[in-house]
């Protein structure tokens, strides 16, 4: 029997035709589509959901409008994901009201949506979302620290399952910057500091989201920051004017290609430029996203990437996050009007507007004759061709019963713990100044005292008292320092100082005096550790492992066979006098990228 429904669609949308090939049904589409429709596609911003997966009606903390209004009178259909919701199914529900929005559409042109990294501990709405319903793994720093391609690539996977399961189609990641800058806020999400190491894995990662070519199952991976953010002046990062600079005293701008490279050869789908300019190189000083010597002329032309290059977020418009006014990144181009901006941006060689909605600019450029139309078609056929590969044309919709069942199930949750446990870094074990006995691992069943440990969770592992002088080992978890800022986002991205405070250091030494203790810091930077060592404590490491994944190494029920990813100055006057382009840069380090110490 006919199916006349199909037959009926593709006489009236002959692009819906899955057999016909790729680059012909985008061809038919654009055809059919007027300036407006072609405008939207050029805006990619934040979206929340409503309650319970319903769609929602704005968020004013973040100055974004209602769904209604993106789809029906703006006509965009790409959205980055903000927030966190309790359920797989939720997000299923809602992804799926959102698509049933767009088929209503003229032209019916699915949704695209994407997120920032959401299987970690990190929750900063500008770089990271807390984990949630999904499985909850170490962030890219932990996973550069196991050495380990195939766990990354399982990672990749098990996410790209996740995602896929609730709607999620682009991962605004993996970040390949190189973290050569010990204070720059932004390490937690790349691979570490050394370039050949941060290829290999953002090489495994991209295949686990993309597979080895693009497809119905996939997640398009958008690499970033390039052309690698990190040699940040002063370590600031460029979010805020005070980081805008980005600098190269060490004339090392190359070594921080070399992880794109590995990502274009794992035929990464999307990359998005830093907001950072380039000062004293042959580069125009303008940031990356306006920048068209780096995007056409090195991205596009010498590294030849034919994909969606979409700019980091804001460059356009002022906006204000938190109730705090938020300028446009447009670093370098700050006399710029908006107008002037955008049409910097697409000769730059940009495809995509990111953390912008102002439609309204573009197309009153386009009708000006300042834009014509033709640039538009180059890259809408970019981007309409993704959500052809992607299979979004054929079926938008998933199962929202199966979500729940796949995101965040025992077994990738398993597998997440094990890779937090694998993560964990002994830097240091304790010096034993009150006998010969082995104070790690320590036996179950000690008397724990701990600090940043809910005492139900140490409980399982030994009993837990209320005093170090009643204790047979002291367990203390602490945060890597960071100064504090002058407004609430700012404060997201640990910035500054890598001292840790002398109040700190001062309650460490008074445990350690009284009982073996093992610290146990979160380097989302590589803090200055040197007095934690003087005091005799031993010191692990982790970028993102739950209490009882520590418990377990520490235990012994479970070996730590993480590495440093990048090297630990020794102090921040080091710091303050080494490069920030160039790696391993910092005199005489504490400690160096790889050691670990086995328990």
Request: glycine residues 10%; aromatic residues 8%.
């Amino acid at each position: 029997m006919t199916d006349t429904t199909t037959t009926d669609t593709t006489t009236t949308r002959p692009w819906l035709d899955a057999d016909l090939p790729v680059d012909e049904r985008v061809e038919l589409l654009l055809a059919e589509m007027t300036v407006e429709e072609k405008v939207g596609l050029f805006f990619q911003t934040m979206i929340t959901m409503g309650e319970d997966g319903e769609l929602s009606d704005g968020d004013p903390a973040f100055g974004l409008p209602s769904t209604d209004e993106y789809v029906n009178q703006r006509q965009m259909t790409h959205f980055n994901l903000l927030g966190v919701a309790p359920t797989a199914g939720a997000i299923a529900r809602w992804h799926n009201k959102l698509q049933e929005l767009a088929a209503q559409t003229r032209l019916g042109i699915p949704v695209t949506i994407s997120t920032d990294p959401r299987h970690s501990f990190t929750d900063n709405p500008g770089a990271a979302m807390l984990s949630g319903p999904f499985s909850q793994w170490p962030d890219a720093l932990g996973l550069a620290a196991t050495r380990d391609e195939e766990l990354v690539r399982t990672f990749g996977d098990i996410a790209r399952q996740e995602y896929t399961a609730v709607g999620i189609r682009v991962a605004l990641h993996p970040q390949v910057d190189l973290a050569t800058e010990p204070r720059w806020a932004r390490q937690l999400q790349t691979f570490g500091e050394d370039a050949e190491l941060s290829g290999r894995l953002g090489a495994a990662y991209i295949r686990g989201f993309q597979g080895d070519e693009l497809g119905a199952g996939s997640v398009a991976a958008m690499v970033k920051h390039f052309p690698g953010g990190g040699p940040q002046k002063d370590g600031e990062d460029p979010h805020f004017a005070y980081g805008r600079e980005q600098v190269y005293p060490g004339d090392a701008f190359e070594l921080h290609l070399k992880p794109f490279e590995r990502a274009f050869a794992a035929r990464v789908s999307q990359v998005m430029p830093y907001y950072g300019m380039p000062v004293g190189t042959a580069y125009e000083e303008v940031g990356f996203g306006f920048n068209k010597s780096v995007l056409t002329g090195l991205l596009r032309g010498r590294f030849g990437f034919d994909g969606i290059v979409c700019t980091d977020w804001g460059l356009v418009t002022d906006g204000e996050i938190m109730g705090q006014p938020f300028p446009a990144r447009a670093w370098g181009v700050e006399h710029l009007t908006p107008a002037e901006r955008i049409v910097k941006i697409l000769d730059a060689g940009a495809d995509q507007f990111g953390g912008e909605k102002c439609t309204e600019i573009l197309l009153e450029l386009v009708e000006g004759g300042t834009v014509p139309e033709e640039r538009l078609d180059v890259s809408a056929r970019r981007l309409l061709r993704e959500k052809f590969v992607l299979g979004l044309f054929d079926d938008p919709y998933v199962d929202a019963e199966a979500a729940d069942a796949i995101v965040g199930s025992a077994p990738f949750r398993a597998a997440g713990e094990a890779a937090q446990r694998a993560a964990i870094t002994v830097l240091a074990t304790p010096r034993q100044a009150r006998g010969p006995e082995q104070v790690l691992p320590f036996a179950r069943g000690a008397k724990l005292y701990v600090e940043g440990i809910a005492a139900a969770v140490a409980s399982a592992y030994g009993e837990v008292v209320a005093s170090p002088a009643e204790a047979d080992l002291a367990i203390l978890r602490l945060q890597a320092p960071y100064e504090q800022r002058g407004t609430m986002f700012e404060n997201f991205f640990h910035a500054g100082s890598l001292d840790f405070p002398d109040e700190t250091i001062a309650h460490v030494r008074e445990v350690a005096a009284v009982v073996p203790t093992v610290v146990d810091v979160f380097l989302d930077r590589p803090a200055i550790l040197t007095p934690l060592v003087e005091a005799g404590v031993a010191i692990t490491a982790n970028w993102g492992a739950g209490a009882p994944a520590l418990l377990d190494v520490l235990s012994g029920a479970a070996t730590a066979t993480g590495a440093l990813p990048f090297d630990i100055p020794r102090s921040m006057a080091a710091v303050e006098a080494s490069r920030p382009d160039v790696p391993f840069d910092t005199a005489d380090p504490l400690f160096r990228f790889g050691h670990r110490v086995e328990l």
